[in-house]
Nanobody, 122 residues
Framework: VHLVESGGGLVQPGNSLRLSCLAS????????IGWFRQAPGKERERISC??????????AQSVNGRFTISRDNAKNTVTVFLQMNRLEPDDTAVYYC??????????????WGQGTQVTVSS
């Protein structure tokens, strides 16, 4: 599975951004897709996930209620969106999407995108 993120940028606090993760390759609809982020000097954090089997979603406490994940399964590609509202300076990070061949969000992810920078600043 090949993953490409897009949609990052510079935004003022309180505003919104929507990230996209395009998954292509062999049967991308069979993969659970997660969004992670890593801020400078901090460990990588899994912030959201949508599983492959039933579309169940997961949100970290830090983004719950502000971010929404959704998934669009096409014939040969899957696009996973992360709608980020009420952004805060602490949301500044490189955002990555990742895929794992499982219905569960927890566990190791096998495929990663290149990342997209999100900067929240006035």
């Amino acid at each position: 599975v090949h993953l490409v993120e897009s949609g990052g940028g510079l935004v003022q606090p309180g505003n919104s951004l929507r990230l996209s993760c395009l998954a292509s390759g062999s049967d991308p609809d069979l993969y659970t897709i997660g969004w992670f982020r890593q801020a400078p000097g901090k460990e990588r954090e899994r912030i959201s996930c949508v599983n492959a089997d039933d579309g169940r979603t997961y949100y970290a406490q830090s983004v719950n209620g502000r971010f929404t994940i959704s998934r669009d399964n096409a014939k040969n590609t899957v696009t996973v969106f992360l709608q980020m509202n009420r952004l805060e300076p602490d949301d500044t990070a490189v955002y990555y999407c990742a895929a794992r061949f499982s219905g569960y969000c927890a566990g190791q992810y096998d495929y990663w995108g290149q990342g997209t920078q999100v900067t929240v600043s006035s």
